[in-house]
């Protein structure tokens, strides 16, 4: 080594090899290099390894590279690197966005065709012009099936006997118990058997508006007695029971609130019978006859009846009794026959006749 501005020989080492001086900074940027060099297959340190940034070339018309050349990697304005891609790969990708729908959302307008296999070759899954599925049941093992909504296309010609045949093949309607299935009854006249269980209770009230039909003949005897009343005709029960010593009256009850009406009957030495009645209370109440001896309860009333219970809209009918002694009797002559009632209003009519028969 010789001093500054001398001349001194290259050293060398004993294969010829010039040595080489390289200061910190080159030395240190040497082993920078070296640090990213990676051999085939060579282990990644998080936090330690380290290699280098690599950059691409952004072009406005990209270059063409031929077969064996370099060439940087092509990047956007943004910095992004171009991946090469074919138009036909960005419509594929579009479609099956197109298909994805939000949960909640509308359907969208693609989707994906959903396809099966016939044993050989793929087919697309068939459904109905409002999108159900269709189905083609080939065969229905023997067993329990239980199949849901079905519709029957064609209903076999022996699936329900005619009336009073013997069954033949047809729906049968059951019931649940509680504990298991069973049929429901009906009668040999096919009407719908109801057991009414005694744990249950049904009301059953007189409310409401009832028809009563008959066979003419209680009809028919009401008219005649209308028209013995009003002596249309003379040769009926009452014209008998009349030559018998018996005087027969009409009397219109007509109640606005519950209370004693005076039926009448207080003829001089003659007891007072009662023959029909027919009365109806607008409230549930009760209904008593008695018999005094001014018709609003004086000289010590005597009860023909024990207190009949009515419903609302109900009332009390005792059918004309063609007998001398009728329905009821008074027992004593002179005496007011009355006619009690609780609830509310007492409608209808009585027959009442005087007799100087006991």
Not at 57 to 79: C, E, K, M, N, W
Request: with cysteine; aromatic share 4%.
């Amino acid at each position: 080594m010789g001093a500054d501005g001398d001349y001194a020989p290259l050293q060398v080492n004993a294969s010829g090899a010039v040595y080489v001086q390289i200061d910190a900074a080159g030395l240190t940027a040497l082993q920078l290099i070296d640090d990213i060099v990676y051999v085939d297959d060579a282990a990644w340190t998080n936090s330690s390894s380290k290699h280098a940034l690599v950059g691409g070339l952004y072009q406005g018309t990209p270059q063409t590279v031929t077969d064996g050349r370099v060439a940087p990697f092509q990047i956007d304005s943004h910095g992004n690197i171009v991946e090469a891609n074919s138009g036909a790969i960005k419509t594929a990708v579009q479609l099956i966005d197109d298909t994805v729908a939000t949960v909640d959302a509308a359907i969208t307008a693609k989707g994906l065709a959903l396809a099966g296999t016939d044993g050989t070759n793929a087919k697309i899954v068939k459904t109905d012009a409002s999108g159900e599925l269709q189905i083609d049941v080939l065969s229905i093992a023997a067993g329990d099936n239980n199949i849901g909504n079905v519709d029957i296309v064609t209903q076999p010609s022996d699936t329900f006997a005619a009336d009073g045949q013997a069954y033949g093949k047809g729906v049968l309607i059951q019931g649940d118990d509680g504990t298991d299935r069973t049929a429901v009854l009906v009668g040999t006249d096919g009407h719908l058997q109801v057991d009414v269980l005694s744990a249950a209770s049904t009301a059953v009230t007189n409310a409401g508006t009832f028809v009563t039909q008959d066979n003419g003949a209680l009809l028919t005897a009401m008219q005649g007695a209308e028209d013995e009343l009003d002596g249309t005709t003379t040769d009926g029960p009452l014209a008998k029971l009349a030559g018998a010593g018996l005087t027969f009256s009409q009397v219109v009850i007509d109640q606005d609130a519950a209370g004693r009406l005076d039926l009448g009957g207080n003829v001089e030495s003659k007891y007072p019978r009662l023959h029909a009645l027919v009365v109806g209370l607008t409230i549930a109440g009760t209904i008593t006859i008695h018999h005094d001896s001014d018709g609003a309860g004086g000289g010590t009333p005597v009860q023909m009846t024990g207190e009949m219970p009515v419903g609302a809209n109900g009332g009390v009918v005792i059918p004309f009794c063609p007998h001398l002694d009728g329905a009821l009797t008074g027992s004593a002559t002179n005496r007011h026959l009355t006619l009690t009632s609780t609830g509310g209003a007492a409608n209808g009519y009585a027959i009442i006749s005087t007799s100087t028969l006991a």
